[in-house]
């Protein structure tokens, strides 16, 4: 299994960055739902976090679907692949979770994100995405994956 977590290619390098996110959807490989993978160090409410070991099982990964439940560490997490995925106009878009996908929208549809949480990674957004995915067939394409 080919992911993207840590560099989704050349184009979103800046995403290797050590700033994590607290949840991370990601796919099953067992029933091929959605899988939520959890940081145990980090409090509830915080969104995202800097600085964890790559090598800490902390890590709690549980399928909404079926009885597949795990603990792992940030390098076994990224054999996984994101839930939040799709590929438009020959470009992988992905996200961690449904808050950083609506942040991306919102950025792509140039609304204010003053008050978001996740404003943070706007910098960390491909200038790929921005460019091009900005008309809405591409827009209403990531928002179908809020459906899955
Ligand atoms: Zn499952």
């Not at 996110?21 to 993978?37: F, N, T, W």
């Not at 106009?89 to 996908?101: G, T, V």
């Not at 950025?107 to 949480?117: G, I, Q, V």
Request: include cysteine; proline fraction near 2%; glycine fraction near 2%.
């Amino acid at each position: 299994m080919n992911s993207s977590i840590d560099n989704g290619g050349k184009t979103h390098v800046r995403y290797a960055h050590k700033h994590y996110p607290k949840i991370v959807e990601l796919e099953c490989e067992k029933c091929e739902s959605r899988m939520i993978a959890t940081n145990q160090n980090v409090p509830d409410g915080i969104e995202h976090f800097m600085d964890i070991s790559d090598f800490e099982k902390k890590w709690n990964l549980v399928c909404l679907n079926c009885t597949y439940r795990t603990e792992l560490n940030w390098s076994e997490l990224k054999e996984f692949d994101f839930w939040l995925k799709t590929e438009i106009r020959n470009i992988e878009f992905w996200s961690w979770n449904i808050d950083h996908l609506n942040m991306i929208l919102k950025k792509l549809k140039k609304e204010d994100l003053k008050s978001d949480k996740w404003q943070f990674f706007q910098s960390y957004i491909p200038q790929e995405w921005l460019l091009k995915f900005n008309s809405e067939k591409e827009i209403r394409k990531i928002e179908k994956l809020k459906e899955k």
